[in-house]
């Protein structure tokens, strides 16, 4: 199932500046994941946060989780040129079996 | 960090033929991998969990007869896309967890079938 959701799903920034992109869910989860792809490539994987997690960092990604919510934000902060690329949320749903839900994907457009 | 192949990366069929596209873990061991299917601009949607010495584990609406998938060992998994229609084009990636690793899954980088 499909049970993530991004919005926006289309970003266009200038070089430098931040992104932030939000995802939301509806199950209970046991951890949600961060992915990068760039255009016809497989996927690259950013950054896990647990269910007991709230924030977490890791370069210039900074991840936060509200389980209350069911939300989870990605922001890149000072972003280049050579992140452009879709960025899709995944869900690891309690009783899963680890199978992961994507969301619709973000689109980012980081122009040089 | 945990490497995953797909073999081929782009592949051109007639209607009506069978392709098989493989997936190897290249450094470590998976008991279990991951098919996803994704269409142009679109998510990825799960089609099956391929899981090491038993049958797959298909998602709903996944035919899987028309989709055969093989986990003949720890580093390997198969899926056979038969008789092919130009409806199967799409792009097709494979996932791998490391049986002693963390919860993050590891993706294969694709393969783009076109069917004419």
């Known amino acids: 199932s499909q049970q993530g959701e991004e919005d926006p799903q289309a970003l266009s920034i200038q070089e430098g500046e931040n992104a932030t992109m939000n995802c939301s869910y509806k199950?209970?989860?046991?951890?949600l994941q961060w992915y990068r792809q760039n255009s016809g490539r497989g996927l690259v994987h950013l950054i896990l946060?647990?269910?007991?997690?709230r924030e977490k960092h890791s370069g210039r990604l900074r991840v936060t989780l509200d389980t209350s919510k069911k939300s989870s934000s990605l922001l890149i902060t000072a972003s280049r040129a050579a992140d452009t690329a879709s960025y899709f949320c995944?869900?690891?749903?309690?009783?899963?079996?680890?199978?992961?839900?994507f969301g619709k994907g973000n689109q980012v457009v980081v122009i040089p | 960090g945990a490497v995953v192949s797909q073999h081929p990366s782009r592949v051109i069929c007639k209607s009506g033929t069978s392709v098989k596209i493989e997936c190897r873990s290249l450094?470590?061991?998976?008991?279990?991998m991951f098919w996803y299917r994704q269409f142009p601009k679109q998510s990825l949607m799960l089609m099956a969990t391929?899981?090491?010495?038993?049958?797959?584990?298909?998602e709903q609406g996944v035919e899987k007869d028309k989709f055969l998938i093989n986990h003949a060992s720890l580093t390997l998994s198969t899926l056979t896309v038969t008789s092919a229609h130009p409806e199967d084009s799409s792009f097709y990636i494979c996932?791998?967890?490391?049986?002693?690793?963390?919860?993050?899954?590891?993706f294969g980088p694709g393969t783009r079938l076109t069917v004419t």
């Open positions: 946060i647990r269910s007991n997690e």
């Open positions: 391929s899981n090491e010495g038993s049958k797959a584990t298909y």
């Open positions: 450094d470590f061991q998976a008991t279990t």
């Open positions: 995944a869900t690891d749903e309690w009783g899963g079996n680890n199978r992961l839900a």
């Open positions: 199950t209970s989860i046991n951890n």
């Open positions: 996932s791998a967890r490391d049986l002693g690793g963390l919860l993050e899954q590891y």
